[in-house]
């Protein structure tokens, strides 16, 4: 059998895909993305692909690949790059790699809260260009957790770690929406599931933590954010695409609401001249959610060992329901 990987991956994932012994690898042994027509010639004929959140794997990749394509594992736990009907009519299945990397997302999460409500970036760099010239009463004040309400997005597996890290910080109440209530997961934070709006208007800090979905694509808006409080705070670390770019910039601009912590762009990279880069109030990382060694690291083996269990046929330890 053979399979494709279109990126550099830690070693340790692909040492377990070459030691296996299952199948041969042809890999794109780069930093960089892969070309699309490097993709699309890659995957002729493989039976296995372990692809990144960066590949689009739609159906004319699937169509490239033919039908020896069984298995396709990604590194991430994000599946909003697949195209999953098309996946699931071909009879391919997926393995994807939860839980992993709750940990290493949810302190990013509250990493990027902290610096965007207290300023830290903006801080630092008034120390580097002499705009610090005493200690000022009135300047560099931002807003604290403490007696705070916190609304999360999609109470799931990186929602609830967030949550479960932000309650030592003081926070009051936490607000959660979703497709449905989960008393299960809430019970610990005593949060109460509430509608979009009411989570928007009643939040000190909203937090995004939803999968990318039809439904969330473009979730927060121009009428979520003219909801929002003027103090409050925005975090997302879910996909872009669950904000809306150009009201969020309108709403930081004008002062609607107070700052904004971003993990996630539409596009990604984010040009170096988009205009939210140019904004005081407003964090923007590149995607590093995951980024500890450790955890990319795990992330490798787990989805080299999805892809060897579904190519032999057996159960894989973290599978796609589709
Ligand atoms: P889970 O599946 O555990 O959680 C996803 C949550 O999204 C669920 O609680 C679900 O709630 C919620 N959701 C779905 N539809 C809606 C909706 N319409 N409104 C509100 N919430 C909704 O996934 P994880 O917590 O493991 O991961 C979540 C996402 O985080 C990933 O899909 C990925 O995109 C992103 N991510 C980003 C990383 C980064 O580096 N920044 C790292 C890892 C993940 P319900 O069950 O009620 O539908
Ligand atoms: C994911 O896994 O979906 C992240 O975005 C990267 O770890």
Known sequence: MQAFVTRRIPREGLAALSQAGVCSIQQWDSDEPIPRSELLAGVAGKHGLLCLLSDQID???????????????????????????????????????PDILTDATAELSVALLLAACRRLPESAEAVKNGGWTTWKPLWMCGYGLSDSTVGIIGLGRIGQAVARRLKPFGVKKFLYTGSRPKPESAVEFQADFVPLTKLAEESDFVVVTCSLTPDTKGMCNKDFFSRMKKTSVLINTSRGAVVNQEDLYQALVSGQIAAAGLDVTTPEPLPTDHPLLSLKNCVILPHIGSATYATRSAMSVLAANNLLAGLKGESMPSELQL
Do not use: C
Not at 65 to 76: E, F, M, Y
Not at 84 to 94: A, D, N, S
């Open 59 to 97: 159906k004319e990749v699937l169509d490239a690949a033919g039908s020896n394509l069984k298995i396709i594992s990604t590194l991430s736990v994000g599946v909003d790059h697949l195209a999953l009907e098309e996946i699931k009519k071909r009879g391919i299945r997926v393995g994807y790699t």
